[in-house]
C-alpha cells in the first residue's frame, strides 16, 4: 500500500479543500475582526486562500502566507486573487516590511503547530508583524471535547459532488498521544465515480487553557493580552477531514502594544470594541461573554 499523502501539500487533495471547507462562521468572526480594525491584514496559514480573498474583496490590504506551495497554487488561480500579495513561507520564517492592524490564524492552523517552540516562534513573528494597536487572532479546539473520539469511519463520512472530480467521499480515523496532545488523523478520499481512491495524513495538536495561556505570555510577556476564549457550542455535527473553525475551541485574541503597553493600552483591551462581534460559536453577537467563557470545560460533540 501507498505511503499516505500529506494533506497540506498533496495537489489532487489541495483540489477538494474548499468542497470539504466552505465559508463558514469562523470566516465570518476574522472578517468582523478586518472590518473592526480597518487592515491591513496579514493570513498565516492562509492554505487555498478563502478567507484572504473575500477580505480583499471588501477592499483591504491582504498578504496571505502558506508553506504549502500545493494550497497556495489553488489560492492564486481564485477569481480576484491578484488583489492578495501571497507569500510561500512558514509563520516562523515570514518577513515582511507592512506592520499590520490585524495578522489571524484561522481554519485551527495554530494547532498544526505540533511543539512549544514551533507555536512561540509563530507567535512572535506575529507580533513582529503587527502594527501599534493591531491584533492576533486564532482559534484552538477544546480538548476537554475530545472531539478525536467521533472521527472514525462510523460518524465521519461526508459525500460532495464536485466540478471535474464526481462524487468524493472523505472519511478516516484518527487517534490521540496523551503524552504530546497530538492527534494523528488518517484521511480516506474516495472518487465514487472513478472507482479511485487515496490515503492521506495529517497531526494537529490539542492544548488547554493554561498551557495556550502559558504559550501568548512566553512570546511576548507585556506586549499582548489575550482577551477572549469562546468554548465548545452544539452545531451540527459537521467535522472531520478540516482544520476550519466546526469546533468545540477556544480563540485567543491579542493586541500589540509595543513591549511594556501603557496603563491606557491595557484600559483599552480590556474593554469591548465598539459594536459586538459575532461569536464563532453561533451564539449571539457578543465580545468574551460570560456564557462562551463558561462553556470552555463544557465537552459537546462538534466536527473537527
Known amino acids: 500500500m501507498a505511503e499516505p499523502a500529506d494533506i497540506y501539500t498533496d495537489e489532487a487533495i489541495a483540489r477538494l479543500y474548499d468542497h470539504f471547507n466552505p465559508w463558514g462562521a469562523d470566516n465570518e468572526f476574522y472578517l468582523a475582526l478586518a472590518r ?5 491584514v496579514l493570513d498565516l496559514g492562509c492554505g487555498t486562500g478563502l478567507a484572504a480573498s473575500r477580505m480583499a474583496a471588501e477592499g483591504f490590504q491582504v498578504v496571505g502566507a502558506d508553506p504549502s506551495a500545493s494550497m497556495l497554487a489553488i489560492a492564486r488561480g481564485r477569481p480576484g486573487a491578484a488583489r492578495v500579495t501571497w507569500v510561500h513561507a512558514a509563520g516562523q520564517e515570514l518577513e515582511r516590511p507592512e506592520r499590520f492592524g490585524l495578522v489571524y490564524m484561522t481554519g485551527h492552523a495554530f494547532q498544526a503547530l505540533l ?44 459525500q460532495m459532488e464536485i466540478p471535474g472530480e ?22 480516506l478520499y ?42 465548545p457550542q452544539p452545531l451540527p455535527a459537521r467535522e472531520p477531514g478540516n482544520h476550519r473553525g466546526r469546533a468545540a475551541r477556544g480563540l485567543a485574541l491579542r493586541r500589540a502594544g509595543g ?18 462581534l459575532p461569536c464563532p460559536g453561533g451564539r449571539r453577537p457578543a465580545w468574551g461573554c460570560s456564557g462562551c467563557r463558561s462553556d470552555w470545560r463544557d465537552p459537546v460533540p462538534r466536527r473537527h
Open 115 to 158: 511543539s512549544d517552540a514551533a507555536a512561540v516562534a509563530v507567535l512572535r513573528n506575529a507580533g513582529r508583524h503587527l502594527a501599534p494597536g493591531g491584533r492576533l487572532a486564532f482559534d484552538t479546539r477544546n480538548p476537554l471535547a475530545r472531539a478525536w473520539l467521533r472521527w472514525t469511519p462510523a460518524e465521519w463520512r461526508e
Open 36 to 40: 473592526e480594525t480597518g487592515g491591513p
Open 259 to 276: 513591549l511594556r503597553p501603557s496603563a491606557r493600552d491595557r484600559r483599552r483591551t480590556s474593554r469591548p470594541p465598539a459594536a459586538p
Open 190 to 231: 474516495r472518487w465514487l465515480d472513478r472507482g479511485l481512491e487515496q490515503r492521506a495524513l495529517s497531526r494537529i495538536r490539542f492544548i488547554d487553557r493554561p498551557r495556550l495561556a502559558g504559550l501568548l505570555e512566553q512570546a511576548g510577556p507585556g506586549s499582548a493580552r489575550l482577551l477572549w476564549l469562546v468554548g
Open 166 to 187: 464526481g462524487r468524493v467521499e472523505e472519511t478516516g480515523e484518527a487517534a490521540h498521544d496523551p503524552a504530546t496532545g497530538i492527534v494523528t488523523i488518517r484521511h
